[in-house]
Structure formats: structure tokens, C-alpha cells
């Protein structure tokens, strides 16, 4: 396994991020606790959950999952980096009460505490802002954090979601406070949905941040939709987003000459998708969120694929860039 750095951390991080999304929801408990110990004999160390995964009434079941697992000893934790998430509404009344979800200070101490019982451990690597939280000052969010790096609870910040200008933003205020401020951004990234390219991966680059990108493969369309629609397979990639993209014609053809280039040079269209990602500037890892543990191991084998020019062009004709930032028009 390859690793790198986390931003402008001292955190080493393999650059493969075993994300845990379906652990409860489509993954038992014993097949999640194999998967993560494949991932670790991999040398994946950069496990990322969030609070509300187990969705639903099963809010927080994800986390639990993770701690069992960690509660099996033999140093599972130590050899961990992990990142979980906050913003969510975690309370169990419907309609819930008021100062359960996003950022306030208040529910910062509340929800890194019931993360931390649900996780069993008494630190949490990498603390993430799930999404944006537009009512909270970010005085009050970074003295918040601050007061978890000092107990201990917390080591980094890092956010999920932004835009550039929250990244500049929250950064702007925490070095006001002389505080160390997001060292990650998780965000929609991948062949076929590039706007991060506009303006988070540049702020993240500007501000020290890894770019830690989810849905790599685009719901599954990248990862092989039209051979498995045609071999009738039963996997979410022929199901719900993917579906409804492929009804549209340009977007079909367009994941035909995908398949179709790959085929020619005989790579699976899911690692290669993983392992452009990897040739992405500022790109720490991507994230992969296994349900069985051959969709894991598929994963690992891309971080070992290397992708040559001309392959890389024809990927760029295929799913051009967003184009130049407005930055590029500058005189």
C-alpha cells in the first residue's frame, strides 16, 4: 500500500480510504469487522465514518460497528487513523429538538462525546464538518474545536461539502485565532463530476488541505454499469443514480467510450476510475466503501495501477474538465 500525508499534517495515510457508509445499513456486523481487518492486512490505516451513518432509526449503528471491532483488541486503533463526522440531527424524537445537529457549540460537546462512547476510544483522529453550517459563526465553531484538541478528544478538523470560499472562510478565522484550522476537504469527486475542479481543489491546495474525494466511482456508473446491465447483474450500479443517468442518451455513450477504452487495454473500469484519482493534484485518497469484501480487494489493486499519458488524454476527452478557473482570465 502507497501512503502519503495528510494535508499539512504529520499524519501518514494510506491513499486508500476504506469508507464505512454501508457497515449496518447493507453490511452485518461480522462481514463489516472482516472487511476492515482485510483492510488493514492491505496496510488501508484512513478508515472514515460520520455520526449518522446506520441512517434512520439506526442512527449511530455505523460507529457501534467500529467499536466492537475496536473493542477486539490486538492494537486495531493504534494502527487506525480515523475520521468521523459532525452535523447531522442525531436525536431520536421525530420532529427532533432543537440544538441536536449542525455546529453550534453545543452540540459540538454533545455529539463528539456520543462518538466517541459509540466508537469506543478515547480520541478521534480526524473530526469532520459534515456540511457547511451557514448560522453558526465560525468564532464559535473554532473555540468549540479548539476546547476538543485541548481535552484530547480531537487531534485535526477537517470539513465535507464546502465550496472554496468556506474553505478560505473557515481557514481565515482560525488563523485569526491562532487556531490550526480544516487540513482536509471531502468532496464530490470523480471522472465524471469535476467542478471540484473550479474552486475547492485550488482553495484546498492554497490552505494546506488533503482532498479526500467520495463517490469515486459516481454511484457505480464508473465501475463497469453498462457490461454489468448487460450480464444482468444485481449490483446498485445498474440501480437508482446510475439507472437514471444512463436513460440519458449523451451520458450513456459517453460511459460506452469509457468501457469501451478500458476494454482495449484490458482494466476494470472501477480501478481505473480510483486509480485517476489518485494522479489528481492535492488528492489524499479516495474513498471506497466496500459492502462485500472483493469490492475491497478491487479497490486495493488500483492503488498499484499506474495510468500512462495517452490513457489519461483519452479519459480527458471522454469526461473533459469543467475548464479554467476564473482565476485563469487574470491579466
Known sequence: ?????????????????????????????????AIMDAALDAGVNFFDTANVYGWGENKGRTEEI???????????RDKVVLATKVYGNMAAEDPAWPN????????????VDASLRRLRTDHIDLYQFHHVDRNTPWDEIWQAMDVL????KILYAGSSNFAGWHIASANEAAARRGSFGLVSEQCLYNLAERRAE????????????????????????????LRKEREGGGSRSTGGRSAEALADGATRARIQAYEDLLDKRGL???????????TRPGVTGPIVGPRVREQLDSAVRAVDLDLDDELLAGLDEIFPGPGASPEAFAW
Do not use: C
Not at 441536536?100 to 460537546?109: G, Q, T
Open 1 to 33: 500500500m502507497k501512503y502519503t500525508q495528510l494535508g499539512r499534517t504529520g499524519l501518514k495515510v494510506s491513499r486508500l480510504v476504506l469508507g464505512t457508509m454501508n457497515f449496518g445499513p447493507l453490511t452485518d456486523e461480522a462481514d463489516s469487522h
Open 66 to 76: 467500529i467499536g466492537s471491532w475496536f473493542a477486539k483488541g490486538g492494537d486495531r
Open 100 to 111: 441536536h445537529d449542525r455546529l453550534s457549540a453545543l452540540n459540538i460537546r454533545r455529539a
Open 149 to 152: 484538541v485541548t481535552q484530547g
Open 198 to 225: 473550479m474552486e475547492v481543489i485550488p482553495a484546498a491546495e492554497h490552505y494546506g488541505l488533503g482532498v479526500i474525494p467520495w463517490s469515486p466511482l459516481h454511484g457505480g456508473l464508473l465501475g463497469g454499469a
Open 268 to 278: 476494470a473500469p472501477g480501478e481505473a476510475a480510483l486509480a485517476w484519482l489518485l
